[in-house]
Structure formats: C-alpha cells, structure tokens
C-alpha cells in the first residue's frame, strides 16, 4: 500500500471515529431536552482538536515505520491528491450554502455549527474514500 494510501486510510478512519464520538457524546446529553439546549461547543472543540492530534500521531508513527524511499510523492499521488480534493470540495460548498441558509433564516447557532461541522467531516471522508479508490482501481485525472 502507497505511503499516501496509507495517510487517505487514516483521514478517513479518524474522521469517522471522531464525528462519530461527537454526535454520540452531544446526543447522549440532550436527554429529553431540544438539541439547540444541548451544550456542544467545547465537545466540538475537543473532537476537531482531538482528530488534528490523532492524525498527525497516527502519521508519525506509519511514517516512522515506512522506508524513506516509499515516502516519496510523485506525480501520480500529487494528481490523486487533486483529484480527491475536486470530489470532496462540493461537500465543503453545500455545507457553507447551507450554514448561510440557516443563518438567513435566523435558525439557532447549534445547527449552524453542526452543519459546518458536518460538511467539513463529510469533505474529509469523500475526500479519503476519492483518493483511496483511485489508489485502488486507478482514476481518470
């Protein structure tokens, strides 16, 4: 597996993991009240800072355990790099269209964040599944 395959699993995986633990911990406080109740912010806060760590933890460590000749980027990682990012930046789009939707239409701070966050993480995972398949089965660049 490519060095940069390997950094496309963890993107992945992390954001996945992180996201998910997020909308278990904001979901497990709501109880019975509205979610726009439901403190979020420094949970927000501590997964986005928590999966910044854990990637570049989990890259360090795959890096340390990678020949340096198999860590060279060439051409073909630099076009699926792009190609990744043209596919998940519509998820970055979307998300930003809809923040400023919600907010024209004065809907609560909770769901302005979380759609952000949302979209930022969806980015991330269309992102890593883009670059991993064209790793996988080769992409049309």
Do not use: C
């Amino acid at each position: 597996m490519a060095f940069q395959e390997k950094r496309a699993w963890i993107m992945g995986l992390v954001t996945v993991v992180t996201y998910a633990i997020y909308a278990i911990v904001v979901l497990s406080r709501s109880g019975s009240a509205p979610l726009t109740e439901t403190p979020y912010v420094a949970t927000l806060i501590w997964t986005v800072v928590g999966a910044i760590t854990a990637s570049v933890a989990l890259e360090v460590v795959v890096a340390a355990a990678t020949p340096k000749a198999e860590q060279h980027k060439d051409q073909r990682d630099t076009e699926i790099d792009h190609f990744g990012d043209r596919i998940a930046q519509s998820f970055t789009v979307i998300g930003g269209v809809a923040a400023m939707v919600l907010a024209m239409a004065d809907a609560d701070q909770f769901w302005i964040a979380n759609t952000i966050y949302l979209a930022f993480a969806l980015t991330a995972v269309l992102n890593s599944i883009a670059r991993i398949a064209a790793y996988r089965w080769g992409f049309q660049g």
